[in-house]
């Protein structure tokens, strides 16, 4: 496919932030471990074996909801972060579908404010654009303000905050 191929050749120098040289590219089997943790960084209440098991169905083509996982990787082969995409037929204030939907989103410490989560983001963009969207969300926590500010640098905008319920039956 030239559209991921295009992906994988995302290479971004840092140096002048630290980080040095990195690369985007899609998720592979052998990454399934190593995304797992950084996964579990992003969401701690959750299962490390679920988030585990939920990486290793993913790369083995049993996903259910994602559609494709970007990495970025530093040259000496450490993950710097990930980001999942999905295809929804529909998301808060957006008005076409399919909408490219952030589901995930995490860079490590060390590496923020470095440019990785603007290339990861930028990647996933090009991918959506690639796949006929002409819009891509995401959402947060209310109260993460951290990643508010994040998505609003690169471009996001507030489509307002919603309060969800559920109730067994």
């Not at 490590?108 to 990647?123: D, F, N, Q, Y």
């Not at 002409?134 to 990643?147: G, P, R, V, Y």
Request: aromatic residues 8%.
């Amino acid at each position: 496919m030239m559209a991921d191929r295009r992906i994988i050749d995302f290479r971004q120098d840092s140096e002048q932030h630290g980080v040095g040289e990195f690369r985007v590219r899609q998720a592979r089997p052998a990454d399934a471990q190593d995304w797992a943790l950084l996964r579990q960084a992003l969401w701690p209440a959750e299962s490390a074996d679920e988030l585990t098991a939920e990486a290793k169905a993913f790369l083995a083509d049993r996903g259910a909801l994602l559609e494709t996982v970007l990495l970025a990787e530093a040259d000496d082969g450490t993950l710097l972060g990930f980001a999942e995409l999905s295809l929804r037929p529909y998301a808060e204030d957006c008005r076409t579908s399919p909408v490219a939907f952030l589901e995930g989103w995490y860079v490590i410490p060390t590496a923020r404010r470095r440019g990785v989560g603007r290339a990861l983001v930028s990647a996933a963009e090009h991918w959506a654009r690639e796949h006929g969207c002409h819009e891509f969300a995401s959402d947060t926590e209310l109260d993460n303000s951290t990643s508010a500010a994040a998505h609003r640098a690169l471009g996001f905008e507030d489509a307002g905050a919603i309060r969800c319920f559920r109730k067994n039956l």
